[in-house]
């Protein structure tokens, strides 16, 4: 018998989420029917959507995430003793499953594949920029920007998981990248590390002036990771026919009630933009090829990838609301 931990969500979370609204519950796994895996978690994800999708869940709920996990036990013949895996099953020491098929509804559940072949990378990759993170970046902007070489391309969130991806393969695309980060040292990172022209801090500057100085040209792409009052700066001075690819919203996801923004209708209306949401899972079926070309970039040198790791089981909650918070440059992970 092994003895697994596996951390609960036992109130919803309001406002700032709480170690409280936690528990860390402890039980013995049975033992492996046919087709099923024993994992040994070894990385852990903690990301903005644990936040977003809180209330969509009856509670108590087991804490869904990323991870990373060994094969130390089977009875499945394609994954032998020793295989690494993905899977969604959360923040859990331990754990069996069964490769899935995904159902798709409100809040897919379930999803078990292989590691792709990171080529000696490091597997934590698995949870980030070569995991779900990485396939945001790459479909959400691609996809929905559609860059060509030359045009201004702005993010949000830049220094994060995603935000710092999507700014390198604009990079890639042969386009001019300005970004927004919370911080002078994310900010330096990105210009000095990372090849962005420019990037500015949104808690010191002036967001109308810094983005007219930057981007005299205008902007023809917007990847919004933030929203709020930042976007609409932004969305505000887009080119003809901009392209805006809706990521997420960090800015309000501890608000209680959505906070209140200037209107896009005039620039969607008379610059004629794009404006489209996505959920990454639109590409799962694709997502290996996102993988092969993410892990190329890497392996080439293109695309540079930083880890914010916190050690520790025990220190998840921490590593959660220090995202939340900001602490991370890259992908926040925990290592088990
Ligand atoms: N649509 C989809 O399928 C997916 C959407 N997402 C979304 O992408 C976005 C980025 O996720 P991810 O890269 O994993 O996370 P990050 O690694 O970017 O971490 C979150 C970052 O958000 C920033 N942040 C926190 N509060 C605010 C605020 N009030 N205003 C602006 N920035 C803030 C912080 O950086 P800073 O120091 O710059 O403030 C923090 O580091 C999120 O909105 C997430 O929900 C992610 C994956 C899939
Ligand atoms: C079977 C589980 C798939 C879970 C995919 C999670 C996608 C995260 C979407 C994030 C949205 C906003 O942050």
Same mark, same amino acid.
């Given at each position: 018998?092994?003895?697994?931990?596996?951390?609960?969500?036992?109130?919803?979370?309001?406002?700032?989420?709480?170690? &409280?609204?936690? +528990?860390?519950? +402890?039980?013995?796994?049975?033992?492996?029917?046919? !087709?099923?895996?024993?994992?040994?978690? +070894?990385? @852990?994800?903690?990301?903005?959507?644990?936040?977003?999708?809180?209330?969509?869940?009856?509670?108590?709920?087991?804490?869904?995430?990323?991870?990373?996990?060994?094969?130390?036990?089977?009875?499945?013949?394609?994954?032998?003793?020793?295989?690494?895996?993905?899977?969604?099953?959360?923040?859990?020491?331990?754990?069996?499953?069964?490769?899935?098929?995904? +159902?798709?509804?409100?809040?897919?559940?379930?999803?078990?594949?292989?590691?792709?072949?990171?080529?000696?990378?490091?597997?934590?990759?698995?949870?980030?920029? /070569?995991?779900?993170?990485?396939?945001?970046?790459?479909?959400?902007?691609?996809?929905?920007?559609?860059?060509?070489? !030359?045009?201004?391309?702005?993010?949000?969130?830049?220094?994060?998981? /995603?935000?710092?991806?999507?700014?390198? =393969?604009?990079?890639?695309?042969?386009?001019?990248?300005?970004?927004?980060?919370?911080?002078?040292?994310?900010?330096?990172?990105?210009?000095?590390?990372? !090849?962005?022209?420019?990037?500015?801090?949104?808690?010191?500057?002036?967001?109308?002036?810094?983005?007219?100085?930057?981007?005299?040209?205008?902007?023809?792409?917007?990847?919004?990771?933030?929203?709020?009052?930042?976007?609409?700066?932004?969305?505000?001075?887009?080119?003809?026919?901009?392209?805006?690819?809706?990521? !997420?919203?960090?800015?309000?996801?501890?608000?209680?009630?959505?906070?209140?923004?200037? =209107?896009?209708?005039?620039?969607?209306?008379?610059?004629?933009?794009?404006?489209?949401?996505? @959920?990454?899972?639109?590409?799962?079926?694709?997502? &290996?090829?996102?993988?092969?070309?993410?892990? &190329?970039?890497?392996?080439?040198?293109?695309?540079?990838?930083?880890?914010?790791?916190?050690?520790?089981?025990?220190?998840?909650?921490?590593?959660?609301?220090?995202?939340?918070?900001?602490?991370?440059?890259?992908?926040? /992970?925990?290592?088990?």
């Amino acid at each position: 018998m092994v003895k697994a931990k596996k951390w609960v969500v036992k109130k919803y979370f309001d406002g700032v989420p709480k170690k &409280s609204d936690f +528990e860390i519950v +402890e039980y013995e796994l049975p033992s492996l029917k046919d !087709g099923e895996i024993l994992l040994k978690t +070894e990385w @852990i994800s903690v990301d903005p959507y644990l936040r977003a999708y809180n209330k969509n869940l009856p509670i108590p709920y087991d804490q869904f995430s990323f991870q990373v996990g060994v094969v130390q036990e089977t009875k499945n013949p394609k994954y032998p003793v020793g295989t690494k895996v993905v899977t969604h099953e959360g923040w859990c020491d331990y754990v069996i499953v069964k490769e899935t098929q995904i +159902e798709i509804g409100q809040f897919p559940k379930g999803l078990t594949y292989k590691l792709p072949d990171l080529q000696g990378l490091s597997p934590s990759l698995g949870v980030g920029a /070569v995991g779900m993170p990485g396939v945001t970046a790459y479909f959400g902007f691609l996809e929905l920007c559609q860059p060509k070489a !030359g045009e201004t391309v702005v993010v949000t969130g830049a220094a994060g998981a /995603v935000g710092s991806l999507v700014g390198q =393969i604009a990079k890639i695309k042969g386009c001019k990248v300005i970004g927004f980060a919370g911080s002078d040292e994310k900010c330096q990172w990105l210009e000095k590390e990372l !090849g962005f022209d420019k990037a500015l801090n949104y808690k010191k500057v002036d967001a109308q002036s810094a983005l007219k100085a930057a981007a005299p040209q205008g902007v023809d792409c917007y990847f919004d990771n933030v929203g709020g009052e930042l976007s609409s700066v932004i969305i505000g001075q887009m080119n003809i026919r901009g392209r805006v690819a809706v990521c !997420g919203s960090i800015s309000a996801y501890n608000d209680k009630q959505l906070p209140k923004a200037t =209107i896009l209708q005039p620039s969607i209306v008379f610059k004629e933009l794009r404006i489209e949401g996505f @959920i990454v899972w639109r590409w799962l079926g694709r997502w &290996s090829e996102g993988f092969t070309q993410l892990v &190329s970039w890497i392996k080439s040198g293109q695309l540079k990838t930083a880890e914010h790791t916190t050690v520790g089981f025990d220190k998840l909650f921490d590593a959660f609301i220090g995202m939340l918070a900001g602490e991370n440059t890259g992908k926040a /992970v925990v290592q088990v």
